[in-house]
């Protein structure tokens, strides 16, 4: 069946980096332009980060653009956002899926992400 599971997350102080991982399966990932979401308590669900299918184009976020980059191995089925620079209001749980809404698929049990001192 169709999955997405994220890792990677964990605590970190302001100024640090951390890189997240979603690994895919169940479907043909390497046809499917992919991104990654965060939500933070008490807020919705925000898209942060998107990838081309080839990798060959990327979008960011306004909040982040310049500190995290979103990449892919299509040959691994693997997604990643390293983030950089990291701020206290990046704090969320993390998630990824396909980036058009009409081809979301369910969403994964997300990775938390906790900056703070």
């Known amino acids: 069946q169709v999955q997405l599971v994220e890792s990677g997350g964990g605590l970190v102080q302001p100024g640090g980096s951390l890189r997240l991982s979603c690994a895919a399966s169940?479907?043909?990932?390497?046809?499917?332009?992919m991104a990654w979401f965060r939500q933070a308590p008490g807020k919705e669900r925000e898209f942060v980060a998107s990838?081309?299918?080839?990798?060959?184009?990327?979008m960011y976020a306004d909040s982040v653009k310049g500190r995290f980059t979103i990449s892919r191995d299509n040959a691994k089925s693997l997604v990643y956002l390293q983030m950089n620079s990291l701020k206290p209001e990046d704090t969320a749980v993390y998630y990824c899926?396909?980036?058009?809404?009409?081809?979301?698929?369910?969403w994964g049990q997300g990775t938390q992400v906790i900056v703070s001192l």
């Open positions: 899926n396909r980036n058009m809404p009409s081809l979301r698929v369910s």
């Open positions: 169940g479907f043909a990932f390497s046809g499917f332009d």
């Open positions: 990838i081309k299918w080839s990798g060959s184009g990327t």
